[in-house]
């Protein structure tokens, strides 16, 4: 599957008998999957059924999965849940003896609890009701891959800001190489000057020790390492984006690393154009980040 975003809304609907129903599928960014099921009354045995069908389609995604039902027989009413309201009424003893203070409970008050009133529906038989569940399985169906389709096109539609992102970082990055190399001299006029302080404060220094500290020096005030390592995230950035499936997470890891290396970059830099550079590119990485929190 190509790049797919975590955002998207989709709707389906159908019709058995004189049952009708819609699904509503919405799903935004979330660090893992996150799935959250609102089913009417009585449908409540589709929810683990509909959160496999989720989990086979996303990877990634807080998904908001909504079933409305409505039945156009007219001759149907209300019925009171007895089962329930005697439960209720159970309980009714040892709630006064711990809130001596509330009042007896109300008719309106017991009415309103929910699943105490039910619509008063003609028994269904088990055929009839395992055709009906398949029937909106089967729409629900048709939901996802609808979302499906739309997380694709939105992701199709981040890959070209991504790229071209991508892109601006390999030439900051080709113009923070050019303004290295225009420094090598001021580079190593400055550990010159290092290391002849070092020798101030430590005549008695051994020439083994003192090639040691020159190569510590060096390591620190040249960013060709950091430069190094930032081309090759840009290359598996531009891998990632080729690749198919859920690539999301390992991209909001890269952008870390680029983060990482454009910090020690900064830190590194003695002018004010590898700077304003360093500083360009940590500003690039920021917004490809941003764009990449919406990726499976």
Not at 42 to 67: H, I, M, T, W, Y
Not at 200 to 216: I, K, M, S, Y
Not at 273 to 281: K, S
Request: charged share 30%; aromatic share 4%.
């Amino acid at each position: 599957m190509p790049l797919s975003s975590m955002t998207g809304f989709a709707r389906s609907q159908g019709r058995n008998g004189d049952c009708a129903w819609s699904w509503e599928i919405k799903s935004v960014n979330g660090r893992g999957l996150d799935v959250r099921c609102r089913l009417p009354q009585r449908f409540e045995s589709l929810d683990q059924p509909a959160r496999d069908r989720v989990g086979r389609r996303l990877k990634r995604g807080n998904v908001s999965l909504v079933l409305n039902v409505s039945w156009s027989r007219s001759e149907i009413g209300y019925g009171i849940n007895q089962d329930l309201l005697d439960q209720i009424l159970d309980l009714v003893p040892d709630l006064r003896k711990r809130f001596p203070e509330a009042g007896p409970p109300t008719l309106d008050g017991l009415l309103a609890l929910r699943g105490v009133i039910e619509l008063a529906e003609e028994e269904m038989s088990e055929e009839k009701r395992d055709a009906l569940h398949a029937a909106m399985l089967s729409d629900l169906d048709q939901a996802l891959h609808a979302l499906v389709s739309a997380r694709v096109e939105e992701g199709a539609r981040l890959a070209v800001p991504l790229g071209s992102q991508i892109e601006e970082m390999a030439r900051l990055c080709e113009e923070a190489e050019r303004l290295t190399a225009m420094q090598t001299d001021a580079i190593r006029a400055r550990i010159k000057a290092q290391v002849e302080a070092l020798l101030d404060d430590v005549p008695g220094l051994t020439e083994e020790r003192l090639t040691q500290e020159a190569a510590v020096i060096m390591t620190k005030a040249d960013p060709r390492e950091e430069l190094d390592r930032l081309k090759a995230h840009i290359d598996g950035a531009r891998d990632l984006l080729k690749e198919e499936g859920a690539i999301g997470r390992r991209f909001d890891f890269l952008c870390q690393e680029f983060n990482r290396e454009a910090n020690t970059l900064c830190s590194k830099s003695t002018d004010v154009e590898l700077n304003r550079v360093g500083l360009a590119l940590k500003a690039t990485i920021d917004q490809m980040r941003e764009q990449v929190q919406n990726i499976e």
